[in-house]
């Protein structure tokens, strides 16, 4: 979830966002946050800040779409961080790691059948355990394609995914 997503999650949920002195991000009400939302404005400080003061970024958050109007739920957060954390373990770059687990939990919502090899038992970095099943000529996967959503017969859910 990029920080546009992020604001538009939390003022859905009913929060108030603003700048506070000394560069914070003030929250209201801050006692209502749950501890996934408090570690996502971390995670987004810089980027939300520049979002409320209209400061220039160099973020690359992409467009609010249509389904962010809809407010993530806390399981939608939950998922999304833990992606994201195993991503990252993982070696994937942030930026990577983010746009990915953003684009799951997206799918998550939608009546979309497709996978990606990063929910997947089969999958280890750059390799795919199942690729004789999976219709893959070599156990090769980069991460261009560990990345993309796609319908494969070899797809066991990891245990432990979200
Ligand atoms: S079985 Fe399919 S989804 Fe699973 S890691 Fe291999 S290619 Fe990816």
Redesign the pocket.
């Known amino acids: 979830m990029g920080a546009a997503n992020l604001l538009q999650h939390l003022r859905g949920a009913g929060f108030t966002i603003s700048p506070a002195d000394g560069g914070g991000i003030r929250v209201t009400p801050a006692g209502a946050l749950t501890d996934a939302q408090r570690q996502s404005i971390r995670d987004h400080r810089a980027a939300l800040l520049a979002l409320l003061t209209g400061a220039p970024t160099t973020t690359t958050d992409p467009a609010p779409d249509p389904l962010a109007a809809v407010a993530w739920t806390d399981a939608n957060i939950e998922r999304f961080l833990t992606r994201r954390a195993r991503l990252l373990r993982w070696g994937w770059p942030e930026p990577e790691a983010e746009a990915l687990s953003d684009r799951l939990v997206r799918r998550d919502r939608e009546p979309d059948a497709r996978?990606?090899?990063a929910?997947?038992?089969?999958?280890r970095p750059g390799?795919?355990?199942?690729?004789r099943?999976?219709g893959?000529s070599t156990p090769d996967?980069g991460r261009d394609?560990?990345g993309m959503l796609?319908r494969?017969?070899?797809?066991?859910l990891a245990p432990g995914s979200p």
């Open positions: 996978v990606s090899c929910d997947c038992k089969h999958y390799r795919c355990g199942n690729h099943r999976a893959l996967v394609l560990g796609q494969c017969p070899g797809f066991t």
